[in-house]
């Protein structure tokens, strides 16, 4: 089967700038994640879809962050404005969900560096 | 709140020693339990997983954990580390009930010497 598709793969834009990103996931699945990975850090969830409702957005800097999932499959991340510390790469994963869980598969990222 | 601890940023290793990576983990109801591997300028990569059963599991490439209930621990091992080996290594966790997503942990860069 596909997996899950990210682009850019890659992304340089200037702080204040406003940068955004998409998502792909395996045909199917239910449940969609963005996730945070600062360099030297461990991947920290921004934002759970299921289906196109939003399951948890805790950790998302609403005042910057924003996300949508349209019809329950493709998702965008966008950053308005984007500062320094946003540069990371951004991970985006997909899950069957539902009551049988056969766990997650990752895409491989898109880098936004912000200078 | 569940999380992941990964107490070694880093990890050296001879070539065809075993090797050992650390995690312990925090969560409400059983875990579910996970290694993921990343190359450099690559994705996260699945290793493994514990969701029920046997405690000793095996994944890809010759690597096993063993998921120790009393000590909370899932440490990742394999009998003799290859160079190709060298990698940064994530230990993951979600509770078997409730909210589905995954909280890693900091992460241990694996470096296997010749």
């Known amino acids: 089967e596909a997996g899950v598709a990210q682009s850019p793969r890659y992304k340089i834009i200037e702080k204040r700038q406003s940068v955004a990103f998409w998502c792909n996931p395996i045909s199917g699945h239910a449940t969609l994640y963005w996730y945070q990975q600062i360099l030297g850090q461990g991947p920290k969830l921004l934002i759970q879809?299921?289906?196109?409702?939003?399951?948890?957005d805790s950790q998302l800097p609403k005042d910057r962050f924003s996300a949508e999932r349209l019809k329950g499959v493709d998702s965008t991340l966008k950053i308005q404005p984007a500062k320094l510390e946003d540069s990371a790469v951004y991970l985006c994963?997909?899950?069957?969900?539902?009551?049988?869980?056969?766990?997650?598969?990752f895409g491989s990222g898109t880098r936004l560096t912000v200078v | 709140a569940q999380s992941v601890a990964q107490p070694e940023d880093q990890v050296n290793v001879a070539e065809g020693n075993p090797l050992t990576v650390k995690c312990t983990y925090s969560?409400?109801?059983?875990?579910?339990l996970f290694w993921y591997v990343q190359y450099p300028n690559r994705g996260l990569q699945f290793l493994l997983k514990y969701i029920t059963g046997d405690n000793l599991v095996k994944g890809s490439y010759g690597f096993e954990a063993e998921f120790n209930k009393s000590q909370t621990s899932f440490h990742l091992k394999k009998p003799s580390a290859l160079v190709s080996d060298s990698a940064l290594y994530f230990c993951a966790v979600r509770s078997n009930f409730g909210n589905e997503k995954l909280t890693f942990g900091t992460g241990t860069r694996l470096t296997i010497i010749p």
């Open positions: 879809f299921q289906n196109n409702g939003v399951v948890d």
């Open positions: 994963a997909s899950s069957l969900g539902g009551a049988v869980w056969y766990g997650y598969t």
């Open positions: 969560v409400s109801g059983n875990p579910y």
